[in-house]
T-cell receptor, first 116, second 114 residues
Framework: DAGVIQSPRHEVTEMGQEVTLRCKPI?????LFWYRQTMMRGLELLIYFNNNVPIDDSGMPEDRFSAKMPNASFSTLKIQPSEPRDSAVYFC??????????????FGPGTRLTVL | AQSVTQLGSHVSVSEGALVLLRCNYS??????LFWYVQYPNQGLQLLLK??????LVKGINGFEAEFKKSETSFHLTKPSAHMSDAAEYFC????????????FGTGTKLQVIP
C-alpha cells in the first residue's frame, strides 16, 4: 500500500493567494483527518471526515479555511486568502474505522506551507 | 475535557542508555492512550497504544509503555537507546463514547548522543 499521499510536499505562496492542499487516504479507510503543526501550537486537528461527511470542523481556524471530501479517495483543504500566520506543516491522516477512536491514524508526509 | 502533558520538550540520552519519555493524561472517563513517533520531514506513525486491555503495552522498535491509573501516567520506555531512535515523540489521548477526537501532546524531541 502506498500510504496516505499528500500534494504538494512544499508550497510557497504570497499573502492573499489561494492555496489548495490535496490528500489521498489509504484505500478502504473510512475516516480522514486534517491537522496543522506549528512550533507554537503543536499538532491541531482542523477537521474530521467520516464516510466523506464532515463530522467535526471545530478546529477550522476561520472562514478562510475550507475542506471538502467529494469521494472516498480524495480530500482538499483550501485557504483563501492565505496569510503569513497560516505558515505551517499540514498533515492528512486516515484510519480504517468509523467513530472508534482506538483506531490507529496513518499520517501522510505533510505539506509544508510558507506564506510570504 | 481530555488532555496530555509531556514533561520535557527535549530529552538527551547516550546511545545504549535507558530512554524514558514522560506523559501524564487528564480524562474524566477511562482513556485510550497512544504514543506516536515523528522522524524528520515525515508524518507521525504509531508506536503503541493502550485501549483498556493489558496495562503494559509493547510497541515497535523495542518501545513499551505502562498505563498507571493511580498516577494518571503513560510513560514511554526503551531499555537501550539506538541512534535511529532520534525523533520527536507524541503522547495522545482519546476515549470511548461516540466520536471523541484524539488530543495530542506538545511532543518531546529525543536526542541520542553517540
Amino acid at each position: 500500500d502506498a500510504g496516505v499521499i499528500q500534494s504538494p510536499r512544499h508550497e510557497v505562496t504570497e499573502m492573499g493567494q489561494e492555496v489548495t492542499l490535496r490528500c489521498k487516504p489509504i484505500s478502504g479507510h473510512n475516516s480522514l483527518f486534517w491537522y496543522r503543526q506549528t512550533m507554537m501550537r503543536g499538532l491541531e486537528l482542523l477537521i474530521y471526515f467520516n464516510n466523506n461527511v464532515p463530522i467535526d470542523d471545530s478546529g477550522m481556524p476561520e472562514d478562510r479555511f475550507s475542506a471538502k471530501m467529494p469521494n472516498a479517495s480524495f480530500s482538499t483543504l483550501k485557504i483563501q486568502p492565505s496569510e503569513p500566520r497560516d505558515s505551517a506543516v499540514y498533515f492528512c491522516a486516515s484510519s480504517p474505522g468509523t467513530s472508534d477512536t482506538r483506531d490507529t491514524q496513518y499520517f501522510g508526509p505533510g505539506t509544508r506551507l510558507t506564506v510570504l | 475535557a481530555q488532555s496530555v502533558t509531556q514533561l520535557g520538550s527535549h530529552v538527551s540520552v547516550s546511545e545504549g542508555a535507558l530512554v524514558l519519555l514522560r506523559c501524564n493524561y487528564s480524562s474524566s472517563v477511562p482513556p485510550y492512550l497512544f504514543w506516536y513517533v515523528q522522524y524528520p520531514n515525515q508524518g507521525l506513525q504509531l508506536l503503541l497504544k493502550y485501549t483498556s486491555a493489558a496495562t503494559l503495552v509493547k510497541g515497535i522498535n523495542g518501545f513499551e509503555a505502562e498505563f498507571k491509573k493511580s498516577e494518571t501516567s503513560f510513560h514511554l520506555t526503551k531499555p537501550s537507546a539506538h541512534m535511529s531512535d532520534a525523533a520527536e515523540y507524541f503522547c495522545a489521548v482519546s476515549h470511548s463514547g461516540g466520536y471523541q477526537k484524539v488530543t495530542f501532546g506538545t511532543g518531546t524531541k529525543l536526542q541520542v548522543i553517540p
